[in-house]
């Protein structure tokens, strides 16, 4: 079993920077990766970007490619996420989720392909 916490979401103005962190506990495995997700309401939960934890190699959806930046700390079991130059339309729930048996693109990106989930935290952006 393993518990994802986020934190670092809140309220910022557009153009601004947040930096997100997902810290994982409990039972986790030597290869094994991290995406994060975003949903806002009425719409799907979107893929952002995902890391895995063996090689770090990591994977961007196209619409965020450039402005967030994926990024471990393997010793922590952290997995951060930064955003730059955000804009009213990423305000959404972030969600961070661990995936056991995944090992490139069209895993990574696909929610359904996910072991655990977190509870999220908010990002709004002001305009």
């Known amino acids: 079993q393993v518990q994802l916490v986020e934190s670092g979401g809140g309220l910022v103005q557009a153009g601004g920077s947040l930096r997100l962190s997902c810290v994982a506990s409990?039972?986790?495995?030597?290869?094994?990766?991290t995406g994060w997700f975003r949903q806002a309401p009425g719409r799907e939960r979107e893929f952002l970007a995902a890391?895995?934890?063996?090689?770090?190699?990591?994977y961007y959806a196209d619409s965020v490619k450039g402005r967030f930046t994926i990024s471990g700390e393997y010793d922590k079991k952290t997995v951060h996420l930064q955003l730059t130059n955000l804009a009213p339309e990423d305000t959404a729930v972030y969600l961070c989720?661990?995936?056991?048996?995944?090992?490139?693109?069209?895993?990574?990106?696909?929610?359904?392909?996910?072991?655990?989930w977190g509870q999220g935290t908010q990002v709004t952006v002001s305009s």
């Open positions: 409990g039972s986790t495995f030597s290869d094994y990766g």
């Open positions: 989720a661990a995936a056991m048996g995944c090992t490139g693109w069209g895993c990574y990106d696909r929610e359904g392909k996910y072991d655990y």
């Open positions: 890391i895995r934890w063996s090689g770090g190699s990591t």
